[in-house]
């Protein structure tokens, strides 16, 4: 009964589906980017171009410069995130009254939707109406605008993906944590290791596999943050929060240059695979290296 | 001195909850707020509630529409989703198919990539090669409720596979020395057990479904627009409407902030499986 026909066949509609939706668009991608295409140029049928699109990337200093600032963005972001949410699921793990009632809170902003963040997020901030530019003001003196100043705006992205995103970092920790075992702690405290030692030692090698995970979920997502941004500051001041998705989707896209699209969306993809490659081979072969010394 | 650190704990989880909780308090001060009150003195504080604004976005027949849409596609994306996850699971987790690891690790690689790598091909495929005759998938119900499916289906399959292995697998060779067939295996033996990750499993992917924005603010134009591109379209008119917007996005978050109470200790326990496991 138990046959191979049977099985594929209930594997057949999530293969078909992820074939027509995810497989299709990635050939014909493919297909596009080897091709001059514009809709709305006075031949608007495809041309076979051969890597002209690809060499035009390497000239387009506004694509190198987004890809940039959103390695910025994705760094600033997951370094943050993990430290305090390691910090928050260390605070979680002791016993408090009502710990069920603000773990429920501190989960709240994973469930809203990335542009209802955004939404939120403008609110706070446009001037005249929000409280962080008056605030900022009163206690400060710092001029806050983020209409007007890259810093301020790039600074302002960052924080509202930490509110947005630190959350699942603290619950993935916090999952981690329970699940430690007792003994080898309990055997280095007697011998007298002190808090730092347990951590390097012990925590660290322990939390590793999750504190992994972690950062390619987060990694990953940061790449490709589009919507709160495009809600918070449209790509702005100029070009300084224009991160990656958002040059694909406003600045590629209304131009109806197809083939150069399509170039730009696999550079971006490839870039990507790479980057996710290259974090996993230094954290991970690192110690396997180590381990073999 | 164990009580006095207990204290410390709670007062720091208020002030952290305070955070966390700000920017959603801002936003229903804004949205409850009269027009004539939004540029006044600057107040953290309500002195009362104006549901202008919620009565003029729940009135208004494009937002209306929107919203139904929205409700059609996510209801329609998580029941044909948490379906066609749970065959796929089961055949990944009860019969010998070859190669069935890579198999899981492929679909689950669906979610990795940036969605606005696939924009453009999604939209010229939509409007040039998924056609019949006149009728386009471009600004249809059907093309969202598919290709959300492209980033749904490997969170849940992700999510059941873990649930279904851990069904003893005596109990469906029991149901079968019985003579049941697959169908009832499923319905009788399967769903049952598996019935509260599979309620979880379908309420995330609802609102996965819920919230996404990049794919409905390019696939569609008037009639399957939903409720996340409305709360953007907000922005792009000059002179925007604060109050209105304030609203909309607080309707938008209202579903999350539900479904975030039923699921929120299973969402820990579907954490732990992801990460702890070596």
């Known amino acids: 009964m138990r046959s191979q026909r049977t099985g594929w066949l209930l594997l057949a509609p999530t293969l078909l589906i992820l074939f027509i939706f995810g497989v299709v668009p990635f050939i014909y991608v493919l297909v596009t980017s080897f091709t001059h295409w514009n809709a709305f140029a006075a031949d608007p049928t495809p041309r076979f171009a051969g890597v002209d699109n690809y060499r035009q990337i390497v000239f387009d200093t506004q694509f190198l410069y987004s890809v940039w600032i959103t390695l910025r963005f994705a760094f600033f972001v997951v370094v943050s995130e993990m430290v305090l949410g390691y910090f928050l699921a260390r605070m979680m793990m002791s016993n408090f009254p009502l710990k069920g009632f603000f773990r429920t809170i501190h989960a709240l902003p994973l469930m809203v939707a990335p542009i209802a963040v955004g939404a939120t997020w403008r609110l706070l901030t446009v001037p005249g109406l929000g409280p962080l530019p008056y605030l900022l003001e009163q206690w400060f003196g710092i001029d806050y605008r983020i209409g007007s100043f890259p810093t301020q705006a790039f600074l302002t992205t960052v924080v509202m993906d930490i ?3 630190t959350p699942l970092v603290t619950l993935t920790m916090l999952a981690a944590l329970s699940s430690l075992p007792k003994e080898p702690f309990e055997q280095a405290q007697i011998d007298g290791a002190n808090r730092i030692q347990i951590f390097w030692h012990l925590t660290l090698p322990y939390l590793r596999p999750a504190i992994l995970a972690t950062v390619f979920i987060r990694m990953m997502d940061a790449l490709r943050t589009v919507d709160e941004v495009w809600m918070l500051t449209g790509g702005g001041p100029a070009a300084a929060t224009r991160y990656i998705g958002l040059y694909i989707w406003r600045v590629v896209f209304p131009k109806t240059d197809y083939g150069y699209g399509a170039a730009i969306s696999l550079v971006t993809l490839y870039l990507t695979i790479v980057l996710c490659w290259l974090l996993y081979v230094s954290l991970v072969a690192r110690k396997e290296k180590k381990r073999a010394d | 001195m164990r009580r006095s650190r207990g204290i410390l704990t709670l007062v720091f989880w208020c002030g952290a909850s305070i955070i966390t909780l700000f920017p959603i308090y801002w936003l229903f001060v804004i949205s409850a707020k009269s027009r004539a009150d939004l540029f006044g003195r600057p107040s953290l504080l309500l002195d009362s509630v104006n549901w202008d604004n919620y009565i003029a976005t729940l009135t208004n ?6 919203m139904l849409n929205s409700i059609i596609v996510a209801t329609c994306n998580c029941l044909l989703v948490t379906t066609m996850a ?5 055949a990944l987790s009860r019969f010998p198919l070859v190669g069935k690891e890579n198999i899981f690790f492929w679909t689950i690689t669906n979610r990795m990539a940036p969605p606005a790598v696939f924009l453009l091909p999604l939209f010229l495929l939509y409007t040039q090669a998924f056609t019949i005759g006149e ?3 471009y600004d ?14 490997p969170f849940a399959i992700w999510i059941l596979r873990g649930i279904i292995d851990a069904i003893p697998k005596e109990l469906d060779e029991a149901a079968m020395v019985d003579g049941a067939n697959l169908w009832q295996i499923l319905t009788r033996v399967i769903l049952p057990v598996a019935r509260p990750g599979l309620a979880v499993t379908a309420i995330l992917t609802w609102v996965f479904a819920w919230n996404e924005y990049l794919f409905a603010a390019t696939l569609t134009s008037v009639h399957a627009r939903t409720i996340t591109t409305g709360l953007a379209e907000f922005v792009t008119v000059t002179g925007t409407n604060w109050g209105l917007m304030a609203a909309t996005a607080m309707l938008t978050l209202l579903p999350a902030l539900v479904f975030l109470g039923i699921v929120q200790r299973h969402i820990v326990a579907g954490l ?3 990460a702890v496991k070596e």
């Open chain 2, 86 to 90: 749970l065959l796929a699971t089961y």
């Open chain 2, 61 to 66: 027949p494009v937002f209306q529409h929107y």
């Open chain 2, 140 to 153: 249809t119900r059907i093309g969202l409720i598919l290709l959300y499916c492209v980033f749904n289906l």
């Open chain 2, 272 to 274: 732990t499986f992801g």
């Open chain 2, 135 to 137: 009728w386009k998938l």
């Open chain 1, 163 to 165: 509110w947005h995103w």
